[in-house]
C-alpha cells in the first residue's frame, strides 16, 4: 500500500469538503476507495489505511465533519456511502486492532446523526456504531454511553422527521448501550430497562396492527427488546416475551412474503439466543418451527438468513432436549 498515494486521494477528498464541492467529493471518494480496495492486502496494509485513515489530523472523519458543517444538506449519499464503509472497515480490522479508533468514531457517529437531514444517511451512521457496540469494548465510558443514551432517546421521541426505520436503529442502539452500561441507566435518568422494555414492545404490537407495517422499525424494536429482557426481573417480562414470540412466530411462518430480511434476522437472532424464554410456546410449535428453519437453513437465497436459521435450529432442538430429560 503506497502510504503517499492514500494521503494525496484523502487530501482531495478534503478539499472537496472544503471548497463546497459536492458533486466532486463523489469522484474523490469513489477514487479514495478504489485505491484501498485494490491495494489493502496484508495486516500491514490495514494498519496503515487506519492511521491515515482515522488518527490523523486531516482524516476521513475530518472530512465527515467539513462536509457536514460546511455543505449542509449537500455530499448526503457520499457521507453515506463513508459510513457503510467504516462499518467494513472496522470489520476488518478486528476489535483488537480498531479499539484505538473507537472513540473518535461513536463521536462523528453522533454528531452526524444529528446534522444529517437526510434519513438514509442518518440511518448509515448506526452501522459502525453498532459494529463497535457489538464487540463490548471497554468504550464507550458511562459517560460517553450516557450522552450517547440522551441524544437518541431525545431525537426518537421529539424530531417528527425521522423514519420508522430510523426509529428502529435507535431503539437497538439504546438497546446496546443499555446492555453495556447498564449500571448508568435509572428510573429518574427517564431512559431504563423498563422505558425500552415497553417502547419495544409497544411498536411490535402497533405496528403488527398497521396496514402497512415498518419492517425497519420493527426489526429494530425486536433487536432492542432482545437486548432489554436480560436486564429485567422475572416479573417484568411476560408481556413483552408474549409479544415477541408472536412476532418471531409470524416472521418465520410468513417468509416468502418477504423481500426484505432484517425484520427475519431479527426474529431468528432473538430465537438463537433466548429461545428458553419460549419453552412453553416451542412445545407446541416445535415440529413445525424446525421444518420451517431447516428449510431456510438449506433453501434460502440470503446467506445471513441461512446462518442465522442455523443458530436458531440449534437453540430449538436444545429446547427440546432439555424438555425430554
Not at 473518535?104 to 446534522?115: G, T
Not at 450517547?148 to 426509529?167: D, F, S
Request: a negative charge; charged letters at 20%; glycine letters at 6%.
Amino acid at each position: 500500500m503506497n502510504g503517499v498515494a492514500l494521503r494525496n486521494a484523502l487530501d482531495l477528498l478534503l478539499d472537496d469538503a472544503g471548497r463546497h464541492r459536492a458533486d466532486e467529493a463523489a469522484e474523490s471518494w469513489g477514487g479514495l476507495l478504489q485505491l484501498v480496495q485494490n491495494n489493502c492486502q496484508t495486516h500491514e496494509d490495514l494498519a496503515l489505511v487506519a492511521s491515515v485513515l482515522l488518527i490523523t489530523e486531516d482524516s476521513l472523519l475530518q472530512f465527515l465533519t467539513k462536509s457536514l458543517e460546511q455543505q449542509g444538506k449537500g455530499g448526503s449519499k457520499v457521507r453515506e456511502a463513508i459510513f457503510k464503509y467504516l462499518e467494513t472497515f472496522l470489520t476488518e480490522l478486528g476489535p483488537e486492532r480498531a479499539q484505538k479508533y473507537c472513540n473518535d468514531v461513536i463521536h462523528i457517529c453522533l454528531f452526524a446523526f444529528k446534522r444529517e437531514d437526510s434519513n438514509p444517511a442518518k440511518g448509515a451512521t448506526f452501522l459502525p456504531l453498532h459494529c463497535i457496540l457489538e464487540w463490548h469494548l471497554p468504550v464507550p465510558s458511562e459517560k460517553t454511553a450516557i450522552e450517547l443514551a440522551k441524544a437518541y432517546q431525545n431525537a426518537y421521541q421529539r424530531v417528527k422527521t425521522i423514519t420508522g426505520t430510523v426509529k428502529g436503529d435507535i431503539l437497538q442502539t439504546l438497546g446496546h448501550l443499555l446492555e453495556a452500561r447498564p449500571q448508568g441507566f435509572t428510573q429518574s435518568f427517564g431512559f431504563d430497562h423498563l422505558w425500552l422494555l415497553n417502547e419495544c414492545t409497544l411498536v411490535l404490537q402497533t405496528q403488527s396492527k398497521a396496514n402497512k407495517p415498518d419492517q425497519g422499525y420493527m426489526a429494530g424494536a425486536l433487536a432492542g427488546l432482545s437486548l432489554a429482557l436480560p436486564q429485567c426481573k422475572d416479573d417484568e417480562v411476560f408481556d413483552a416475551q408474549e409479544v415477541a414470540y408472536q412476532h418471531i412466530r409470524k416472521s418465520i411462518y410468513n417468509v416468502q412474503n418477504l423481500s426484505r430480511y432484517h425484520g427475519l434476522r431479527a426474529a431468528l437472532g432473538m430465537l438463537a439466543f433466548q429461545a428458553y424464554r419460549f419453552q412453553e410456546h416451542l412445545l407446541d410449535d416445535s415440529t413445525d418451527i424446525i421444518n420451517r428453519l431447516i428449510h431456510m437453513k438449506t433453501q434460502h437465497a440470503n446467506k445471513d438468513v441461512r446462518d442465522r436459521s442455523d443458530q436458531a435450529l440449534s437453540a430449538v432442538f436444545h429446547q427440546e432436549q432439555r424438555h425430554a430429560c
